[in-house]
Antibody, heavy 119, light 107 residues
Framework: QITLKESGPTLVKPTQTLTLTCTFS??????????VGWIRQPPGKALEWLAL???????RYSPSLKSRLTITKDTSKNQVVLTMTNMDPVDTATYYCAHRWVEDIFDYWGQGTLVTVSS | DIQLTQSPSFLSASVGDRVTITCRAS??????LAWYQQKPGKAPKLLIY???TLQSGVPSRFSGSGSGTEFTLTISSLQPEDFATYYC?????????FGPGTKVDIK
């Protein structure tokens, strides 16, 4: 059974760096074809694709946020970490991590974690 | 980036109605399209991928069609648990953008 769970701060100040951790079980990020992605959703708004890391350490980012994002994996801990620098109130959102399946679709999602950016 | 539009953005329907949601891509994406359902306070749930392949466990009243730039999600007979917001996502090229969503509400 695949599960994912996001963790990290619920409140960050403007200009700070956000670090979110996705801890997963039921699969290994060392298995060919596997990936973990991050998606966010501002309150009342649509989903936004942020980043994706593959089993072979290939990393893909949203071009609009690429300069601020870093995605890494720790295969031994079954974790994927997303860092976002220079946080702004417009980055207030629920952040989800998800399991990448065939053709890059997300078939399993974490519950999401709400991050508020405010001074 | 490939832009996705969805129509309508809001839909009011009754139980038993046939519902169709359209997703249009700003450029051709072959069949690299997925549909998700999201209920308030919950993570999205994968319904359909490769434009028309039903995800395991998803009721057969959901179906998808289309290729290129125009796609549809159809619910053949709306059930009470189907009231939610539906998003399309293109998987043709990075970034794998989502549509703006279609909220299906109770009439």
């Amino acid at each position: 059974q695949i599960t994912l769970k996001e963790s990290g701060p619920t409140l960050v100040k403007p200009t700070q760096t956000l670090t979110l951790t996705c801890t997963f079980s039921g699969f290994s990020l060392s298995t060919s074809g596997v990936g973990v992605g991050w998606i966010r959703q501002p309150p009342g708004k649509a989903l936004e694709w942020l980043a994706l890391i593959y089993w072979d350490d290939d990393k893909r980012y949203s071009p609009s946020l690429k300069s601020r994002l870093t995605i890494t994996k720790d295969t031994s801990k079954n974790q994927v970490v997303l860092t976002m620098t220079n946080m702004d109130p417009v980055d207030t959102a629920t952040y989800y991590c998800a399991h990448r399946w065939v053709e890059d679709i997300f078939d399993y999602w974490g519950q999401g974690t709400l991050v508020t950016v405010s001074s | 980036d490939i832009q996705l539009t969805q129509s309508p953005s809001f839909l009011s329907a009754s139980v038993g109605d046939r519902v169709t949601i359209t997703c249009r891509a700003s450029q051709g994406i072959s069949s690299y399209l997925a549909w998700y359902q999201q209920k308030p306070g919950k993570a999205p749930k994968l319904l359909i991928y490769a434009a028309s392949t039903l995800q395991s466990g998803v009721p057969s009243r959901f179906s998808g069609s289309g290729s290129g730039t125009e796609f549809t999600l159809t619910i053949s007979s709306l059930q009470p648990e189907d009231f939610a917001t539906y998003y399309c996502q293109q998987l043709n090229s990075y970034p794998f953008t989502f549509g703006p969503g279609t909220k299906v509400d109770i009439k």
